[in-house]
């Protein structure tokens, strides 16, 4: 039987006065030291008797818990061990110890990779740090790395366990793509843990290969009735061989990837490298060059990100240009990153001057996403139009793309209550190269909701007619021009005249006003948006060159039509 509790309060007390070789050490003395342990931790104050620390001191010379102390008496009265080196703390452990200890290690074996416990030395470390902190009462001297807070880790111990009795699982699964959970069955194999995260890895009922879980996307465990399958192929300690991270694709060859590290940040990785291919194959001044046999997965590309500009890409290819775009995404997203003032300061000039310019509303990235879908529609490929009314209503995908938090943000500046009332995209390509003279855009296209013989004169329902709306209505409209590329004097700005919204103008007016006016070249380039109210005076002339000029024109209002009217084109986005 184990000795209890306070009697190994009383060994530890015995070992720390022995060890002591600065004082002599009488039974008496060794009485009132247990005495004064056993009060401080365990409350006890009635003291221990000079037989009972006598039977402890024999105990300790015994193997009964396989101390075999050497502990000797000096001049027939003082207590010491005759080795100065020797601890009870410092001696083996009892096989019942270590039979607990050789499950432990079993036990913690599973969990290969996991950051807390890359090998045993740290797990000692970690061990030695907790006791230190229970003996001392101070504060621990090691940190471990942890996520408490990691949803999904309640799952562990089922999945340990599943995988050490092969037992099926029927999981409930939603991943972040997906829009909704799904149930299955899965046949488990091992667990993983990658930068603070946890993975279960097992084969799905009638699929083939391996794939991996995330626990933090799992919302429910239980035991299926279906009998465990071996994994076909699937060797937990050469899986992650060739990659950095969880994302294995069995199809999917180890390439030479070439990387160039900075000095300033080549010890980091030389002391920690990105993975266990790393070669140094070149140095110089300015830094080292690394390769790594490796799968292009997303955790590579993440882990050579995290290093900003200190690591760049030699090759392959598709990973540079991959590195490449990304970084150049994050640069976009912070010029584009707008704020209050910017906001404040282009609706300011909307209202007072008729137009503002928003530059880099939308990145690099989107805008190929937006063109990309009016190709795929056939929109920008066919040569036969130059203008494509209801944009949103032939292609409802826009919508997720071109209202993103910027423009969204800057509606809402603009005017919160305003509906999306027209969408159009042009083309003015080298074959449309119109002109647009001056004028004033004071129609809209409506629609009668019935029969009416009214001011419009005799109109039939749903018919479509262009009116010119009350002022109120004009003065309550905005459009935003999206350019889908870059437009300058040489491929047929907009220009406009400040200031020229305020009320609607005869012909006579709009002559002489541009006649003596000096007008504003809207210069605009690719993701950014050009804001005008409808009556302000603009034109545009041919293009001198061969750039296109494409741009998604939205029409937005917060006013009701009057006379039975509706809007020809209305979206709410």
Known sequence: MPANRNALIRYKTIDQCLQNRFRKWTIDDLVDACSDALYEYEGIDKGVSKRTVQGDIQTMRSDKLGYNAPIIVLERKYYTYEDEEYSITNIPISNQDLDKLTEAVEFMKQFQGFSHFQDLNSMVQKLEDQIYAAKTQKKPVIDFEKNENLRGLKFLDVLYKAIIQKQSLDITYKSFKARNEETFTIYPYLLKEFRNRWFILGQRKKREGVLNLALDRILSISKSELPFQEANNFDPETHFKDVIGVTVSPSLPAEKVVLYVVRKHAPYVLTKPLHSSQKMIDQDRFGITISLNVQHNFELEKEILAFGEAI??????????????????????????????????ATKQLEHKGFSVLEKVYTTNELRRIIGVLEKEGITKNEKVYAQRKLLQKVPTLKGILFNRNLRNLLERIDERAVLTKAIYFDKS?????????????????????????????????????????????????????????????????????????????????????????PHHCNVDAGGVHLMKPLILHSSLKSETKKRRRVIHLEFCSEFLPNNLVWEELFVY
């Open 430 to 518: 080298e074959k449309f190269n119109w002109v647009v003279p001056w004028h004033q855009d004071a129609m809209i296209n409506v629609k009668f909701k019935k029969e009416t013989d009214g001011y419009y004169g005799w109109t039939k329902k749903g018919e479509v007619i262009s009116v010119c709306p009350p002022e109120q209505i004009l003065q309550n409209t905005f459009t935003v021009r999206i350019h889908l590329d870059d437009v300058d004097d040489s491929n047929g700005v907009l220009k406009v005249i400040p200031g020229s919204h305020k009320t609607r103008l005869e012909d006579a007016e709009v002559k002489a006003i541009t006649q003596n006016s000096i």
């Open 312 to 345: 760049h890409v030699i090759k392959p290819y598709r990973l540079r240009k991959n590195i490449k775009n990304r970084l150049l995404n994050a640069v976009e997203s912070y010029h584009g990153n707008h704020n209050d003032k910017t906001y404040r300061t």
